[in-house]
C-alpha cells in the first residue's frame, strides 16, 4: 500500500497546507500545530533551520513531522566529570539535526488515523529517507528527541543509541479544588505547601493573562528573566529572540497564557502556558533570582499553575522537565522520554554514543526508582 511513499522536506518558512497538517495532531499536543512551530523557528536565534519532514503516498499525506538543522550544537552541557572537563576543552560542533523539535518536550510522527495499524513502517520509512537527505546536508549528528512511546523496532535498535534522557513531568488534577488537591499529597509534601503559601509575601501578586495582552515592555522583561534562568541550565540550547512572547501571543491568541509574578509593579517571574481543552502544558519560565529564594517564587509560581488548571476543568497539567524534586512533592509523575541518537561517522557513534549513555544513566535510574527523592539526592548535579 505504501511502496510509492516518499518524504517532502519543506521549509518551515515555505508555503504548504497547514490544516493538513494540523488535521494529524491531537487536540492536547498544542506544541506541534505548524503556527506554533513556525513562530518558534522565526523566534530562535540559533544557527537553525527548520523543516516539515511530510510522507506522501499519491497525494495522500500520510505522516509528518518537524526537523530542525542546528550547523552550531555543541551537546558538552549533557556531560559531567572528566568526560565533560575533556570535551569543554574541545568543544566540537557538530552539524546537528532533531527529528522532532529539540524545544518541545513531547514529540512524535504525526500519523493519519487510517494507517495506524502499520505506523512503525512509516515512522521507519520517513526516518531513513530524512536520514539519506541529511548525510547530503552534511550533517554528522542525528538526536530523534524526547517521543513518549518508544520505538522498539530492529532498525531502531540497529541504527541508533537509545537513551532515557531528561524525563518529563505532570501532574493529573481529577479533583473539584486545591484543598482536595492537597489532600491526596503525603502528609509531609502537604504541610511544606501549606507552609510556604501561609508565608507568601503580601506584595507578591500572580495573574494570569493572554500572552496577547502583554505590554512591549513586559514582552521586554519575561525576555530577560528568560535569560536568567536559560544561563543557570547546564544544557543552553534553545536561544530565542526578544520576540518570541509577543508573536506567540499575536499567533496562539488565548491558548497562549502568561502567568505573571510582581513584587509591586516590577516583574519578578513568570511561566508561559499553552493552553488545549483539557490540558496545559507550562513550556517556560523566567525568574529574577535576587527575589526567589525571598519569595519563594518557583513553587508560588508552580502552585498558581495548579490553581488555574483546577477553576478551569482541566485534566492535567505537564511541568516541564528539570526541577524534579519540587515538581514531584507536588504530586508530580515523572514521563519517560525516549530519544535515539546517531552519528553518521560509526567511529564516533562507538565513542561518544557510549559516553552520552553512560552520562544518562542517571535519568533511567529516577524513572526505575522507587524513592525518587533519594535518587535526586544521589545525581544532585545532572537531575536539579
Known amino acids: 500500500m505504501l511502496n510509492n511513499l516518499r518524504v517532502e522536506m519543506i521549509k518551515s518558512d515555505s508555503g504548504f497546507n497547514s490544516e493538513e497538517l494540523d488535521a494529524l495532531v491531537s487536540d492536547f499536543n498544542i506544541q506541534h ?8 523557528i522565526k523566534n530562535l536565534s540559533n544557527s537553525f533551520e527548520g523543516y516539515f519532514a511530510v510522507a506522501k503516498s499519491g497525494g495522500e499525506t500520510v505522516a509528518w513531522t518537524y526537523v530542525f538543522i542546528d550547523s552550531g550544537f555543541v551537546f558538552h552541557g549533557m556531560l559531567s566529570g572528566a568526560a565533560g572537563k575533556i570535551y569543554s576543552l574541545l568543544p566540537k560542533r557538530f552539524n546537528t539535526a532533531f527529528v522532532s523539535s529539540p524545544v518541545a518536550e513531547y514529540n512524535m510522527f504525526h500519523v493519519k488515523k487510517k494507517y495506524k495499524l502499520i505506523e512503525n513502517i512509516i515512522i521507519e520509512r520517513m526516518t531513513d529517507e530524512i536520514l539519506a537527505v541529511l548525510k547530503n546536508k552534511k550533517v ?30 505532570y501532574i493529573d488534577l481529577n479533583c473539584a479544588c486545591f484543598d482536595e488537591y492537597l489532600m491526596r499529597l503525603k502528609k509531609k509534601w502537604r504541610a511544606n505547601i501549606r507552609n510556604r503559601i501561609n508565608k507568601r509575601k503580601n506584595d507578591l501578586l500572580i495573574e494570569i493573562i493572554n500572552a496577547v495582552d502583554l505590554s ?7 525576555h530577560e528573566l528568560y535569560f536568567k534562568t536559560r544561563d543557570k ?5 534553545e536561544l530565542l529572540s526578544q520576540d518570541y512572547f509577543c508573536e506567540c501571543g499575536k499567533t496562539l491568541g488565548e491558548n497562549c497564557k502568561m502567568m505573571i509574578a510582581k513584587s509591586g509593579q516590577k516583574i519578578i517571574g513568570f511561566a508561559q502556558l499553552l493552553v488545549s481543552e483539557s ?19 518557583y513553587h508560588h509560581l508552580l502552585y498558581e499553575n495548579i490553581i488555574y488548571c483546577l477553576k478551569n476543568k482541566k485534566k492535567r497539567l505537564y511541568t516541564s522537565q ?7 512533592e507536588a504530586g508530580a509523575k515523572l514521563l519517560p522520554l525516549h530519544t535515539y541518537i546517531y552519528f553518521q561517522s560509526p567511529v ?21 526508582s522507587e524513592n525518587p527523592t533519594k ?3 544521589k545525581y544532585k548535579k545532572l537531575c536539579s
Open 33 to 40: 500545530k505548524t503556527k506554533y512551530l513556525q513562530t518558534l
Open 140 to 169: 554528522e549528528l542525528v538526536i530523534i528527541k524526547d517521543h513518549i512511546n518508544r520505538y522498539t523496532s530492529e532498525y531502531f535498535c540497529e541504527k541508533f543509541i537509545h537513551l532515557h534522557f531528561m524525563p518529563g513531568t
Open 216 to 222: 512591549a515592555q513586559e514582552c521586554v522583561r519575561c
Open 233 to 237: 541550565q547546564r544544557l543552553k540550547h
Open 279 to 297: 490540558d496545559v502544558i507550562n513550556v517556560r519560565m523566567g525568574m529574577d533570582y535576587n527575589y526567589n529564594r525571598a519569595y519563594n517564587l
Open 322 to 328: 528539570t526541577c524534579y524534586r519540587p515538581k514531584i
Open 348 to 368: 564516533l557513534q562507538n565513542i561518544f554514543g557510549r559516553i552520552i549513555k553512560h552520562q544518562c544513566r542517571c535519568y533511567s535510574e529516577l524513572l526505575e
Open 375 to 377: 535518587t535526586l539526592a
